[in-house]
């Protein structure tokens, strides 16, 4: 198998590849243009010579284009072959360190200890990472991270990545004009390429939302086949969540959706009750407020958003709920201190 190209190299040549198409382009438009202006100013108007000429020159841009085009578009894709067999080869490479870590499947396991393990055992096997995020998604673990979590990205996102390169150049190679347009001159540029080569290594994970974090735990919860591993992974989700508005989220989808017995949920069924018993109505009031502090600040309405922090601000959820609109902005901010709202806390001494 041929030595593929390191990442850096990959990204470097489709730089010089994209620099040296244009400057040939460039160059072949000046040629044509220059045999254009040469046959205008030697042939007479009528003179068939004149015409032959100018479709001489025509068609011979056209040919020198096409051959352009065709070179770089072969100088990239053997390179991208060549990356796509090399990371294809991890997958297909025997899973052989595993093992070690399949004792820790039943095991509860915490953000800190999951990340302990990947620093040390991270980055080195494809399918021990594969592994790590298995057990990451069964504990309501976020690994987003790459300074916490430094795994290998998917094949999938790598593959995805090379495709985009792959298309970047094709962007290039259909819209790059003797006009400049913005299209053809955007067409595979350093932010694009930075972006491509981020998601082929993940050093720029993208974060989960709030919303996408709750749906992957709750789904995670709800796959258990027993009930008591679904108890168990409701305390495991739960003692995960990164903040309280998560924790609040989880609960409260837990609330609305079952996913069995509360008695068997153990330290979790009071906190989840509680959400049945009138703490959901609390939350989507929170909601409902939160919507319209959004809309009253984007307009400048001071009065307004003065109104709702005061009539909501002794809702439970509500202060963490618009805790980024405060910091974002500074009169918003000032209002909430002149209301006294403060940020308050759930008790979740049952967990």
């Not at 870590?101 to 096997?125: C, M, W, Y």
């Not at 989840?272 to 319209?292: M, N, P, T, V, W």
Request: aromatic share 6%.
């Amino acid at each position: 198998m041929a030595k593929s190209k390191r990442l850096p190299e990959i990204f470097d040549l489709a730089r010089v590849l994209r620099d040296t198409y244009r400057q040939r382009y460039d160059d072949a438009v000046r040629e044509r243009d220059a045999a254009l202006k040469y046959a205008r100013n030697n042939y007479q108007t009528t003179s068939p010579l004149l015409k032959d000429a100018l479709e001489t020159a025509r068609i011979e841009f056209t040919n020198t284009i096409d051959a352009l085009k065709a070179d770089t578009r072969a100088a990239l894709a053997h390179e991208l072959e060549n990356l796509r067999i090399a990371e294809t080869a991890k997958v297909l490479a025997s899973p052989i360190g595993i093992e070690r870590f399949k004792a820790l499947e039943n095991v509860p396991l915490t953000r800190t200890e999951l990340s302990v393990i990947a620093k040390q055992h991270g980055g080195k096997d494809y399918h021990v990472d594969k592994y790590l995020r298995v057990l990451a998604e069964r504990n309501g673990i976020d690994t987003t991270d790459p300074e916490q979590f430094p795994l290998m990205t998917s094949i999938d996102d790598k593959l995805e990545a090379l495709q985009s390169l792959s298309d970047g150049l094709e962007d290039l190679l259909t819209n790059y004009d003797e006009n400049k347009s913005i299209k053809g001159l955007s067409a595979l540029s350093d932010r694009t390429l930075m972006q491509i080569e981020s998601k082929y290594i993940g050093s720029e994970r993208t974060a989960l939302t709030l919303a996408q974090r709750t749906d992957r735990a709750y789904t995670t919860i709800a796959s258990m086949p027993r009930q008591l591993e679904r108890a168990n992974a409701i305390g495991n989700a739960l003692r995960n969540c990164p903040d309280k508005r998560s924790r609040d989220a989880l609960l409260l989808k837990l609330a609305e959706n079952p996913v069995g017995d509360l008695a068997e949920h153990l330290s979790a069924a009071n906190a989840i009750q509680s959400f049945r018993d009138g703490k959901a109505r609390q939350y989507h009031a929170a909601e409902d407020a939160l919507a319209k502090l959004t809309t009253a600040g984007q307009a400048g309405k001071w009065d307004a958003v003065h109104d709702i922090l005061t009539e909501h601000k002794n809702n439970e959820f509500f202060p963490a709920m618009c805790e980024d609109i405060l910091k974002s902005s500074q009169k918003a901010s000032e209002i909430a201190q002149s209301v006294n709202m403060d940020a308050g806390q759930t008790i979740y001494d049952v967990l």
